[in-house]
């Protein structure tokens, strides 16, 4: 099966940086996503690594290493509308010619002033 | 926009019904996914679909059943509803594009079994 491992809670003052790391097990791996959560809210995208390395879209950077089984997503100029749960998740191969999604439990990120 | 729809808000369903969830995407999407989310445990893959009457177990399918007759329409079936079972049930879709990697989720049915 798979399992993703992340922090259950953060938090960061306004205006600094943070970074939630992930580390996972699974077979057949395609990549490693980032969702964000906004209480009352639906998960929605926010990036996706399938090579390792760097990848940045604004204020949010995530990095994978395959060979680690490990990721974080990196964010700067913290704001007060970041306060939310962020979701890292594994695509990896269902062997039914697609893939699963599989999430981790999240982590409650929470931005002081 | 992409446009993933739950039948339902909200649902309060006595113990032993049995209970139909509805998701429908306008995406023409091959995949199509069920969570559940319960506090601290994240989501959790109840099952999913990657084509038209075809399905594959997620991490925990005992309870529940799904259908997909129709590309766009995914819905998940409690044969007979518990009370462990309430939750919140969350649909998603996807392409199987490996360029295209976003899912998208639709608003997700909060359920409750008295």
């Known amino acids: 099966g798979q399992s993703l491992e992340q922090p259950s809670e953060v938090t960061a003052v306004e205006g600094a940086i943070v970074q939630i790391n992930c580390t996972y097990q699974?077979?057949?791996?395609?990549?490693l996503s980032w969702y964000q959560q906004h209480d009352g809210g639906a998960p929605t995208f926010l990036s996706y690594?399938?090579?390792?390395g760097l990848e940045e879209t604004g204020r949010f950077s995530s990095f994978l290493s395959r060979s680690d089984s490990y990721g974080y997503l990196l964010l700067q100029e913290l704001q007060m509308k970041d306060s939310a749960s962020y979701f890292c998740?594994?695509?990896?191969?269902?062997?039914?010619?697609?893939?699963?999604?599989?999430f981790g439990k999240g982590t409650k990120l929470s931005v002081i002033p | 926009d992409v446009k993933v729809t739950q039948s339902s808000r909200y649902l309060v369903k006595r113990t032993g019904e049995k209970v139909f969830l509805e998701c429908v995407q306008d995406?023409?999407?091959?995949?199509m996914f069920w969570y559940r989310q319960d506090p601290g445990l994240g989501l959790r893959l109840i099952y999913f679909?990657?084509?038209?009457?075809?399905?594959e177990k997620g991490d925990i399918p005992e309870g529940y059943s799904v259908s997909r007759e129709k590309k766009e329409r995914f819905s998940l079936i409690l044969e007979s509803a518990s009370t462990n079972q309430t939750s919140m049930y969350l649909c998603?879709?996807?392409?199987?594009?490996?360029?295209?990697?976003?899912?998208?989720f639709g608003q997700g049915t909060r359920l409750t079994v008295v």
């Open positions: 998603a879709s996807s392409t199987t594009d490996t360029l295209n990697t976003e899912a998208f």
């Open positions: 699974t077979s057949g791996f395609y990549g």
């Open positions: 690594n399938g090579l390792d």
């Open positions: 998740a594994v695509r990896d191969n269902s062997g039914a010619g697609s893939y699963q999604l599989t």
């Open positions: 995406m023409d999407h091959e995949n």
């Open positions: 679909s990657y084509d038209v009457k075809m399905k």
